[in-house]
Antibody
Framework: EVQLVESGGGLVQPGRSLRLSCTAS????????MSWVRQAPGKGLEWIAF??????????EYAASVKGRFIISRDDSKSIVYLQMNSLKTEDTAVYYCTRDDYYWGQGALVTVSS | EVVMTQSPLSLPVTLGQPASISCRSS???????????LNWFQQRPGQSPRLLIYRVSNRDSGVPDRFSGSGSGTDFTLKISRVEAEDVGVYYC?????????FGQGTKVEIK
């Protein structure tokens, strides 16, 4: 059974950093691209980052809203995809989901950016 | 970036009646390989999104056949043939043809 479990969320002050992890199981992690999608409280879905598999050079894509501040990476040996979030802003407050193929989704991790 | 525009944003429906959601893109979603990467998601209250339809009209496994997707180019539609109580939630279209990927604003389906 495919499972995606996000962790690392919490309360952080504006300007600080936070790293989210998404631990995958139930499939050969290294064969798949992975994405992060977020949802601000009461708002819609926003796609934010994508990383290809090693076979495709682990090349990345970002939404303009996070480009230059967020970094997506992966550790295939641990079946984990990371989202390093730097220079956080209050508008980054959201539930962050990881997803594989848009079909499998985690339960989400809440990140609150507030002083 | 490609702007995805859904309508309506709110859709009250009577149980057993059909429902239709429109999604329009600011650019053609036909990719160089000839496929059109337009997905539909359902998000029930308090849950993670669920993929309903991929590449315009392909129902994902386990999705009831009352859900159907259609369209081409820049104009797409999600239809529910007979709305059931479990269909309450927010529906999103998302394009996967162009970077960055973009979602529509969401359409809230509720029972009258």
């Amino acid at each position: 059974e495919v499972q995606l479990v996000e962790s690392g969320g919490g309360l952080v002050q504006p300007g600080r950093s936070l790293r989210l992890s998404c631990t995958a199981s139930g499939f050969t992690f290294g064969d798949y691209a992975m994405s992060w999608v977020r949802q601000a409280p009461g708002k819609g879905l926003e796609w934010i980052a994508f990383i290809r598999s090693k076979a495709y050079g682990e090349r990345t894509e970002y939404a303009a809203s996070v480009k230059g501040r967020f970094i997506i990476s992966r550790d295939d040996s641990k079946s984990i995809v990371y989202l390093q979030m730097n220079s956080l802003k209050t508008e980054d407050t959201a539930v962050y989901y990881c997803t594989r193929d848009d079909y499998y989704w985690g339960q989400g991790a809440l990140v609150t950016v507030s002083s | 970036e490609v702007v995805m525009t859904q309508s309506p944003l709110s859709l009250p429906v009577t149980l057993g009646q059909p429902a239709s959601i429109s999604c329009r893109s600011s650019q053609s979603l036909v990719y160089s390989d000839g496929d059109t990467y337009l997905n539909w998601f359902q998000q029930r209250p308090g849950q993670s999104p669920r993929l309903l339809i991929y590449r315009v009209s392909n129902r994902d496994s386990g999705v009831p056949d009352r859900f159907s997707g259609s369209g081409s180019g820049t104009d797409f539609t999600l239809k529910i043939s007979r709305v059931e109580a479990e269909d309450v939630g927010v529906y999103y279209c998302m394009q996967g043809t162009h970077w960055p990927r973009t979602f529509g604003q969401g359409t809230k389906v509720e029972i009258k």
